[in-house]
């Protein structure tokens, strides 16, 4: 090799790791932005902050249904569910903006949505 072919692989290296850095500092900065919204029948029930020392529990019981929602340790999960087919269960933690727990027999949704996201939809709808 040649002496300009490790300084170009150097400074490929070095572009490479401050862009890495960049990318994980905007993350961390989004991640302060995002929120946990839990719906049933289409109607928002609860929001939370949602960062990676939120500890919240939320638990539905609605006309025989019952969803039961956890929120540690940055993910959040549907821990219990009375409904037949327990997808919503089956499913597992989510963690990341625009992730989606369903149970369709109960008409419940649990999502993770940055500020942007909703500015998004609240543009699209107007």
């Given at each position: 090799?040649?002496?300009?072919?490790?300084?170009?692989?150097?400074?490929?290296?070095?572009?490479?790791?401050i862009?890495?850095?960049?990318?994980?500092?905007?993350?961390?900065?989004?991640?302060?932005?995002?929120?946990?919204?839990?719906?049933h029948?289409?109607?928002?029930?609860k929001?939370?902050?949602?960062?990676?020392?939120?500890?919240k529990?939320?638990?539905?019981?609605?006309?025989?249904?019952?969803?039961?929602?956890?929120i540690?340790?940055?993910?959040v999960?549907v821990?219990?569910?009375?409904?037949?087919?327990?997808?919503?269960?089956?499913?597992?933690?989510?963690?990341?903006?625009?992730?989606?727990?369903?149970?369709?027999?109960?008409?419940?949704?649990?999502?993770?949505?940055?500020?942007?996201?909703?500015?998004?939809?609240?543009?699209?709808?107007?």
């Amino acid at each position: 090799m040649k002496k300009n072919d490790m300084i170009l692989i150097l400074v490929v290296l070095i572009v490479g790791i401050i862009s890495y850095g960049i990318v994980n500092a905007i993350k961390h900065n989004d991640e302060s932005n995002l929120k946990v919204i839990i719906k049933h029948k289409g109607v928002v029930v609860k929001e939370y902050a949602f960062t990676h020392e939120t500890q919240k529990t939320y638990v539905l019981d609605s006309e025989d249904e019952v969803n039961v929602v956890q929120i540690k340790n940055g993910e959040v999960s549907v821990t219990e569910a009375n409904c037949h087919d327990l997808i919503c269960v089956k499913t597992g933690a989510i963690s990341k903006p625009g992730e989606i727990i369903v149970c369709l027999p109960h008409k419940f949704t649990v999502e993770i949505v940055s500020n942007e996201m909703l500015n998004e939809l609240d543009d699209i709808v107007e």
